[in-house]
């Protein structure tokens, strides 16, 4: 197993993400907990010392679980990672008796690492917000000994991370990103990453394989790639590409079984980063698999010419996450924080805008698509 150095702490390189686990007859709430045992058998054996799990996962049932498979071990063996749930507002008041319950149902006196979850557009005011406490009280905490070290997951935009880091930045120790080749690009994860290595803040992985999408390629690209590593295995590269970006110490991996976890286990006994050609390899096999993305370059020609004043810009933003991923939650979340006269739905289909779209792309067909696919 590799291992990072983190505040004289050694970190296995691949932490065990909770939010996947073995479940029983495809209901996400109930855990498979004896094949969640083995996994954690497999991961403490082979050196996996990272575990990260949170409050909403499996319906709030991960917590339980991974404390139980985890209580059967040294607590000073393995380091355990929570995260106070903002991705809900009505949350926002109620910090002290989550994180005392989140305790208890780990079956630990304190956490290793603890998060403010999903730093977004919809939650960012309440957040900073000092009505609510948050801040205070998890630095009391932190203070006490409960909290080891304090960070900070983002799905939001660059510049709601920057808010975030303006203000918190200087008690930030690690910050949780979506991070891989694919979004690299298409989340404009690369400027997230150097953020974040301009504040000196450890770059923590989730999403690496973007929900397995990038464990299985086209056959074509998968031919490309191994011409390259021929004993290199596709879901490999995704984690030989992180192993080349500079600050990234943990990587989180949500196994779904034994299996994965055998094989991401294997990847992480070497650490073999990407060289120039492998690189540019990888970032035209993203290219292709964003074949289909509308190619708006936010020129904003297309503002000034909506009577609606939508963004749109950042509409056809989100609803290339939203159709590239075929759902998902990053999209509705974004726009929760958007006035609903600004939303999709609120375009007319004048196509005044498609009038000057250099990219000549049909916004208004696609402003009534992602309308009804957020119905939907």
């Known amino acids: ?6 505040q004289g702490m050694k ?15 495809g209901d996400d709430g109930a855990v498979d907990a004896a094949e969640t045992e083995k996994m954690v058998d497999l991961a403490m ?3 996996v010392n990272y575990y990260d799990t949170a409050w909403g996962y499996h319906n709030g049932n991960s917590e339980t679980v991974m404390g139980k498979a985890l209580g059967r071990y040294p607590r000073e063996s393995f380091y355990l990672a929570d995260k106070f749930p903002g991705y809900d507002l009505s ?3 109620k910090v002290k008796e989550i994180f005392e319950k989140q305790l208890e149902k ?22 900073l917000d000092p009505k609510y406490g948050i801040f205070d009280y998890l630095a009391e905490q932190k203070k006490a000994g409960r909290i080891r070290h304090l960070g900070f997951s983002a799905h939001g935009s660059y510049d709601i991370m920057k808010r975030f880091l303006d203000a918190y930045g200087k008690d930030m120790e690690f910050c949780q990103i979506q991070l891989n ?15 974040l290595n301009s504040y000196n803040i450890p770059v923590w992985v989730m999403e690496p394989l973007r929900g397995g999408r990038l464990a299985k390629l086209p056959e074509e690209s998968e031919k490309e790639l191994k011409k390259l590593r021929p004993d290199e295995e596709i879901p490999a590269w995704a984690f030989r590409f992180l192993q080349s970006v500079k600050g990234v110490t943990v990587i989180l991996s ?3 079984d034994y299996e994965q976890l055998s094989e991401n286990i294997k990847t992480f006994e070497t650490d073999k980063p990407l060289n120039e050609a492998e690189m540019s390899a990888l970032m035209s096999v993203a290219e292709g698999l964003l074949n289909g993305v509308l190619p708006c370059t936010a020129c904003h020609y297309c503002v000034s010419h909506c009577p609606k004043g939508l963004d749109i810009p950042m509409l056809l933003e989100l609803y290339n996450e939203h159709s590239f991923t075929g759902g998902g939650f990053i999209a509705p979340m974004a726009l929760m924080a958007v006035p609903e006269e600004k939303h999709p ?27 009804l696919k957020i119905k939907g």
């Open 181 to 195: 080749y694919l979004d690299w690009s298409f989340q404009d994860a690369k400027a997230k990453a150097e953020l």
């Open 254 to 256: 949500g196994m779904s």
């Open 11 to 25: 970190l296995s390189a691949l932490g065990m993400g909770a939010m996947r686990l073995p479940v029983i007859g």
């Open 45 to 47: 054996k082979s050196g």
């Open 345 to 371: 739905s609120a375009c007319i289909g004048c196509r005044s805008c498609e009038k000057v779209c250099p990219q000549q792309i049909k916004i208004s067909e696609a402003m009534s698509d992602f309308a």
């Open 1 to 6: 197993m590799i291992y990072k150095d983190f």
């Open 91 to 93: 949350n926002m008041p």
């Open 106 to 127: 780990c079956g630990v006196g304190y956490f290793d690492f603890y998060l403010f979850h999903n730093v977004c557009e919809m939650n960012i005011d309440a957040y």
